[in-house]
T-cell receptor, first 111, second 116 residues
Framework: GNSVTQMEGPVTLSEEAFLTINCTYT??????LFWYVQYPGEGLQLLLK?????DKGSNKGFEATYRKETTSFHLEKGSVQVSDSAVYFC??????????FGQGTRLTINP | SQTIHQWPATLVQPVGSPLSLECTVE??????LYWYRQAAGRGLQLLFY??????ISSEVPQNLSASRPQDRQFILSSKKLLLSDSGFYLC???????????????FGNGTRLTVT
């Protein structure tokens, strides 16, 4: 079946550090890939998406590239801020209506 | 623009009591609708999804049920809550038009349910 694996958290970085959160997937067919962010006590917000191989999604300084050859969709940001502290979820959608999520990675940025 | 409303934001209920959580979407027609649950410190589990009025698909056998009485209304219910029903419940919608696998889900702000 379809599945998503994210790097284990929590991740703690200093402000202005470079961020990478790894995400790999297993899917039949050609899925769309998504990153969602969840701030404390809130629902999930769509951060970025990519719908085909080699697409790059970007938003708010975050980027992720759909790599079909490595079945990956790693999230990156060049310089993180305290306000980026949140839980990040990688997810895929493959043909059906359902979105399959990874387990989430908690990110804490220290000033 | 489309908006999604979920209520209540917080709920504390005793074991054995009934539950009704409501979700409504505005600004779109015939959306796909979803209920997810997020247990403390864990990922998101899809509970139910619906592609139209009266059409409900259940993903996990459990103590909960869902109904869609109107096009943009989705209700999560239980007749008797269990302690294990505690968690953060999220409603979401997606646009069924076009290529469905490309359409992201858009989430509400969630309901935090504590069963005591």
């Amino acid at each position: 079946g379809n599945s998503v694996t994210q790097m284990e958290g929590p991740v703690t970085l200093s402000e202005e550090a470079f961020l990478t959160i790894n995400c790999t997937y297993t899917a039949t067919g050609y899925p769309s890939l998504f990153w969602y962010v969840q701030y404390p006590g809130e629902g999930l917000q769509l951060l970025l998406k990519a719908t085909k191989a080699d697409d790059k999604g970007s938003n708010k300084g975050f980027e992720a590239t759909y790599r079909k050859e490595t079945t990956s969709f790693h999230l990156e940001k060049g310089s993180v801020q305290v306000s980026d502290s949140a839980v990040y979820f990688c997810a895929l959608k493959a043909g059906a209506q359902k979105l399959v999520f990874g387990q989430g990675t908690r990110l804490t940025i220290n000033p | 623009s489309q908006t999604i409303h979920q209520w209540p934001a917080t709920l504390v209920q005793p074991v054995g009591s009934p539950l009704s959580l409501e979700c409504t979407v505005e600004g779109t027609s015939n959306p796909n609708l979803y209920w997810y649950r997020q247990a403390a410190g864990r990922g998101l589990q899809l509970l139910f999804y619906s592609v139209g009025i009266g059409q409900i698909s259940s993903e996990v056998p459990q103590n909960l049920s869902a109904s869609r009485p109107q096009d943009r209304q989705f209700i999560l219910s239980s007749k008797k809550l269990l302690l294990s029903d505690s968690g953060f419940y999220l409603c979401a919608w997606s646009d069924p038009a076009g290529s469905s696998y490309k359409s992201p889900l858009h989430f509400g702000n969630g309901t935090r349910l504590t069963v005591t």
